[in-house]
């Protein structure tokens, strides 16, 4: 009597690959968008802690000028700049990606003292 051997055939095997090929083709551009997104997150906390750090400075002094934001965002992604001028009454933050990878917007993020964003796209 013969025994019969066990295992995959070629056929089975490639089968598994095309399987796997097709949902890490689908998975990896979602995964990407996601990072992205949290990545612009960073820079929206950033942009936003500077700007609460210039309204108590202006609650103190009354004026804008003088006052002076942190360089970075929480997680260090993006560099927060003000930008502009910054006068005794208004000011725009500037958060520019200085992370690896991609944060998905075509232009550095940006926070006036009336609360104007930019780009649209990016928030």
Same mark, same amino acid.
């Given at each position: 009597? +013969? +025994? +019969?051997?066990?295992?995959?055939?070629?056929?089975?095997?490639?089968?598994?690959?095309?399987?796997?090929?097709?949902?890490?083709?689908?998975a990896l551009p979602v995964y990407s968008g996601y990072v992205e997104?949290?990545? +612009?997150?960073?820079?929206?906390?950033?942009l936003m802690n500077a700007a609460q750090q210039l309204e108590r400075?202006?609650?103190?002094?009354?004026?804008?000028?003088?006052?002076?934001?942190?360089?970075?965002?929480?997680?260090?992604?993006?560099?927060?700049?003000?930008?502009?001028?910054?006068?005794?009454?208004?000011?725009?933050?500037?958060?520019?990606?200085?992370?690896?990878?991609?944060?998905?917007?075509?232009?550095?993020?940006?926070?006036?003292?009336?609360?104007?964003?930019?780009?649209?796209a990016c928030w």
């Amino acid at each position: 009597m +013969r +025994r +019969r051997e066990r295992g995959f055939t070629l056929i089975e095997l490639m089968i598994a690959v095309v399987v796997v090929g097709i949902l890490a083709s689908i998975a990896l551009p979602v995964y990407s968008g996601y990072v992205e997104r949290a990545r +612009r997150t960073d820079g929206h906390a950033g942009l936003m802690n500077a700007a609460q750090q210039l309204e108590r400075c202006y609650t103190v002094q009354s004026s804008y000028s003088g006052c002076t934001v942190t360089a970075t965002s929480p997680d260090s992604n993006y560099a927060i700049s003000l930008t502009g001028s910054s006068t005794s009454t208004a000011y725009t933050l500037t958060a520019h990606y200085v992370g690896g990878g991609d944060d998905g917007c075509d232009g550095n993020l940006t926070l006036t003292h009336r609360g104007v964003r930019g780009p649209d796209a990016c928030w």
